[in-house]
């Protein structure tokens, strides 16, 4: 039900945009949201954007990615600049009902992001 694409490999510095395209129902009504997970560490939340488009970033991507949504294509994005190295991660895409745990919604498959000179 949710499909991401556009990872790969950039230099530090770079740009990539993700994108996951959702079904309709998916869409409209959830939080929308990208986590990512570098090896040996947690699952965490990189961005995430309301069905009313408030938006919320982690730290450490604040003022470097943007999320957003295109509701007449049912897919969001993360724009992701100023690439640094710790960005290095699999990336995930998910859908979830507003105020519930992630593990609740949908996921999509992930798509990796490799930041590398």
């Known amino acids: 039900q949710l499909q991401a694409s556009g990872g790969g490999l950039v230099q530090p510095g770079g740009s990539l945009r993700l994108s996951c395209a959702a079904s309709?129902?998916?869409?409209?009504?959830?939080?929308l949201g990208w986590y990512r997970q570098a090896p040996g560490k947690q699952r965490e939340l990189v961005a995430a954007i309301t069905s009313g488009g408030s938006t919320n970033y982690a730290m450490s991507v604040k003022g470097r990615f943007t999320i957003s949504r295109d509701n007449a294509k049912n897919t969001f994005y993360l724009q992701m600049n100023s690439l640094k190295p710790e960005d290095t991660a699999v990336y995930y895409c998910?859908?979830?009902?507003?105020?519930?745990?992630?593990?609740?919604?949908?996921w999509g498959q992930g798509t990796q992001v490799t930041v590398s000179s």
């Open positions: 998910n859908a979830r009902p507003r105020g519930y745990s992630p593990d609740l919604g949908s």
């Open positions: 309709g129902s998916i869409f409209s009504t959830n939080t």
